[in-house]
């Protein structure tokens, strides 16, 4: 995966991101569950993101779910360096 690959998989952060927030807002989810569903949301989505964006870094079902994993896990730690660069 190239750089230029690595912008195709800013949408599906930016979507995780906000279910996290989501989540932190429901005041029955627990924070240590958060990245355990951004990470599920992130499989998830990246399986159809694989079929309409023709530049996505993978080519089949499995490596898709891998990118989306990771990518919602990515979104896991944003929101972590931004609280810790206000601390």
């Not at 992130?42 to 891998?66: E, K, L, Q, R």
Request: a neutral charge.
């Amino acid at each position: 995966m190239d750089l230029s690959n690595c912008v195709t998989v800013v949408p599906i952060i930016i979507i995780c991101y906000a279910i996290g927030y989501l989540c932190k807002v429901v005041e029955k989810v627990p924070d240590k569950c958060i990245p355990v569903i951004v990470a599920i949301a992130g499989g998830v989505i990246a399986v159809p993101a694989m079929t309409v964006m023709p530049d996505f870094p993978a080519t089949d079902v499995i490596t898709a779910i891998s990118v989306g994993i990771m990518s919602g896990l990515t979104s896991t730690g944003v929101n972590q360096i931004g609280k810790q660069m206000t601390k």
